[in-house]
């Protein structure tokens, strides 16, 4: 029987040995909440506004590759009821949870211990997650989980607002980079419900470890600290700001982009007082479309910094290597050692 970390973490007093992360990639020292990270105000988009708030994100998205958004439209019963439910996900009877242990391919609903793309490596990640498709709904509602009793009728609408708000700020950021020829409608939305219990041993163990998401934005909810991002050679904390979104750039956007947008490094760590939920949002380009760099950011003085390639194959290369999202950018990069 597969055995979920939120089944048992109750009850053990020190981190078992295969949740012992190797010391390289430990969280080392307390890392400080950084105030500089942009929160950016998506109420109010009047034409003025509007440029104004373009800017923002385009400067957020160049120097952080991640930034807060509030009054982004989604209502704050609805980020409550959803987080409130993802989190009972993991406290239902061990027997429905692990019902959705079994393989049930990419278009089903997955729940598994620390990493689905981590298998191959000799240590466990501090985590469960849910993971299932959102879009479109009515073709996937009928995957998403039937317990907790109202999972449906909540996580439904707010997956279909949510994705809007991902639309939106993908409309904000094309804007930004001058490009008229994406199109607006045809994106993807897969919810990811972490869950990272309360851990015996935080300076020992990891959330998940540094990585580059690799679809276009996550937009991500979280209730308490633990998220951190990579910038300029060291950690920075996340704040988790009551009702709002973090939007990280992922790698198809810095693609698209070629290269203008920073897609965000980041990693969860664990705390040892509660647990951690976190609902990550990824919004991607439909799994047949290519990405690569806009044409209108291409000319002589400007070539493509990446490659065009199909989602699937950066999940084929991914997967190649070993979930190390850095050697695979590497591999999609124009001009690196490792690109093919
Ligand atoms: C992810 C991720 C962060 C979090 O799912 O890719 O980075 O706070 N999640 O759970
Ligand atoms: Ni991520």
Not at 199 to 226: F, K, M, W
Not at 312 to 321: I, T
Request: with cysteine; hydrophobic share 35%; net charge neutral.
């Amino acid at each position: 029987m597969a055995s979920l970390v939120s089944t048992w973490s109750s009850n053990v007093r020190s981190l078992p040995k295969n949740f012992v992360v190797p010391l390289e990639k430990r969280p080392g020292k307390p890392i400080p909440i950084c105030k500089d990270i942009p929160v950016i105000d998506l109420g109010d988009s009047t034409k003025h506004r509007r440029a104004d708030i373009v800017q923002q994100i385009i400067k957020a998205s160049q120097d952080f590759g991640l930034f807060q958004v509030i009054n982004h439209g989604v209502s704050e019963k609805m980020m409550i009821d959803a987080i409130t439910v993802g989190k009972e996900f993991f406290q239902i009877p061990v027997e429905e949870k692990e019902k959705f242990c079994a393989e049930s391919g990419e278009n089903g609903c997955r729940v598994y211990t620390s990493s689905a793309r981590h298998m191959t490596q000799d240590f466990k990640y501090w985590k469960d997650s849910l993971v299932h498709r959102c879009h479109p709904l009515e073709e996937y509602i009928k995957i998403f989980p039937d317990k907790p009793a109202q999972y449906r009728e909540i996580m439904g609408p707010y997956s279909v607002k949510v994705r809007k708000l991902g639309i939106k700020i993908l409309d904000l950021i094309y804007e930004g980079l001058g490009l008229t020829e994406e199109n607006f409608d045809n994106y993807d939305l897969l919810l990811m419900i972490h869950n990272y219990p309360a851990c015996p041993d935080p300076s020992l163990a990891l959330g998940i470890d540094g990585h580059r998401d690799g679809n276009l934005v996550t937009i991500l909810q979280q209730d308490v600290y633990g998220l951190q991002l990579f910038k300029d050679g060291q950690w920075l904390g996340v704040e988790p700001l009551p009702y709002a979104f973090v939007i990280n750039i992922a790698f198809a956007l810095e693609v698209i982009s070629n290269g203008k947008l920073k897609s965000a490094v980041h990693r969860v760590i664990t705390n040892s007082d509660c647990s951690r939920t976190s609902l990550a949002n990824f919004v991607n380009i439909a799994s047949d479309e290519m990405i690569e760099p806009a044409k209108s950011l291409i000319s002589p003085s400007s070539p493509p910094v990446f490659r065009s390639f199909q989602f699937k194959e950066y999940l084929q290369v991914l997967s190649r290597n070993n979930s190390d999202s850095e050697a695979t950018f590497q591999y999609f990069k124009i001009g690196s050692q490792d690109s093919k």
